[in-house]
């Protein structure tokens, strides 16, 4: 089903200070934005094995999360296009126009059409870095819809990569989450299961998701601190 159901909530004064922050972007649903970012890097480091990335392509991702939907304050329906032209338009300097632009493209296909080089701004990017595109928004795209009605019921994500010669790689997605509504639960693993199209082209893989209460697993503080550290000694890839 569409996401152009989800609840919007009203900018305050924590949103307006924080996208401050963010070139001066204003933010819709902050939790949610914030959320989302966490989650998104939940899915980063569980599939380490996968892109090799580091800290500068786990900032890229950060900024896309945090920004995705700010397009809705200009137009619900087409946001992730907005999402786009805000981030260009905004004022990074922090960031190189290069990496503006891939901190936009990110951000662009949470939602809807997979990049395509006729796209605006994507097109403009070299090689590297529309893959680069392509991996780290279909890893926001899953991980924005573990957060479907805004509500942070999935609170984490842990797994692991897969690779068996001769057949291909599997993603195994836990999902932790304090849903007491099964029509809740199956609604979350439903859109996931749709909005892993993204991630499961860029990586040349399957996505498997399962949704455990939390404290389910009690390895799973285990694994999540295995992938941090992990990421901050692979910081220079």
Same mark, same amino acid.
């Given at each position: 089903? /569409?996401?152009?159901?989800?609840?919007?909530?009203?900018?305050?004064?924590?949103?307006?200070? $924080?996208? *401050? %922050?963010?070139?001066?972007?204003?933010?819709?649903?902050?939790?949610? +934005?914030?959320?989302?970012?966490?989650?998104? =890097?939940?899915?980063?480091?569980?599939?380490?094995?996968?892109?090799?990335?580091?800290?500068?392509?786990?900032?890229?991702?950060?900024?896309?999360?945090?920004?995705?939907?700010?397009?809705?304050?200009? /137009?619900?329906?087409?946001?992730?296009?907005?999402? =786009?032209?805000?981030?260009?338009?905004?004022?990074?300097?922090?960031?190189?126009?290069?990496?503006?632009?891939?901190?936009?493209?990110?951000?662009?296909?949470?939602?809807?059409? $997979?990049?395509?080089?006729?796209? *605006?701004?994507?097109?403009?990017?070299?090689?590297?870095?529309?893959?680069?595109? /392509?991996?780290?928004?279909?890893?926001?795209?899953?991980?924005?819809? $573990?957060?479907?009605?805004?509500? /942070?019921?999935?609170? #984490?994500?842990?797994? #692991?990569?897969?690779?068996?010669?001769?057949?291909?790689?599997?993603?195994?997605?836990?999902?932790? #989450?304090?849903?007491?509504?099964?029509?809740?639960?199956?609604?979350?693993?439903?859109?996931?299961?749709?909005?892993?199209? %993204? $991630?499961?082209?860029?990586f040349h893989c399957h996505v498997s998701i399962a949704l455990e209460r939390e404290g389910a697993n009690e390895g799973e503080r285990t694994l999540r601190e295995? +992938?941090?550290? %992990? %990421?901050?000694?692979?910081?220079? #890839?």
């Amino acid at each position: 089903m /569409s996401t152009d159901h989800h609840r919007i909530t009203g900018p305050d004064h924590e949103g307006i200070a $924080f996208a *401050a %922050l963010m070139g001066g972007i204003a933010i819709d649903d902050l939790p949610h +934005a914030r959320h989302v970012a966490q989650l998104a =890097l939940d899915l980063f480091q569980i599939t380490w094995p996968l892109h090799g990335f580091g800290r500068n392509e786990a900032e890229l991702l950060r900024r896309a999360a945090l920004l995705h939907d700010a397009g809705v304050l200009v /137009s619900y329906r087409g946001h992730h296009k907005e999402c =786009l032209h805000l981030i260009m338009q905004a004022n990074m300097p922090d960031l190189s126009i290069e990496q503006q632009k891939e901190v936009a493209c990110i951000g662009r296909y949470h939602r809807k059409a $997979f990049p395509k080089k006729r796209h *605006a701004v994507y097109g403009d990017l070299d090689r590297a870095a529309r893959q680069r595109v /392509s991996e780290l928004g279909g890893i926001l795209r899953l991980a924005d819809e $573990f957060d479907y009605g805004h509500d /942070s019921g999935v609170t #984490h994500l842990y797994g #692991h990569v897969l690779s068996t010669p001769g057949k291909s790689v599997q993603v195994m997605l836990h999902a932790g #989450h304090h849903i007491d509504n099964q029509a809740g639960r199956e609604r979350v693993e439903e859109q996931a299961l749709k909005k892993r199209d %993204l $991630f499961e082209h860029a990586f040349h893989c399957h996505v498997s998701i399962a949704l455990e209460r939390e404290g389910a697993n009690e390895g799973e503080r285990t694994l999540r601190e295995m +992938a941090q550290l %992990l %990421l901050s000694h692979n910081g220079h #890839h």
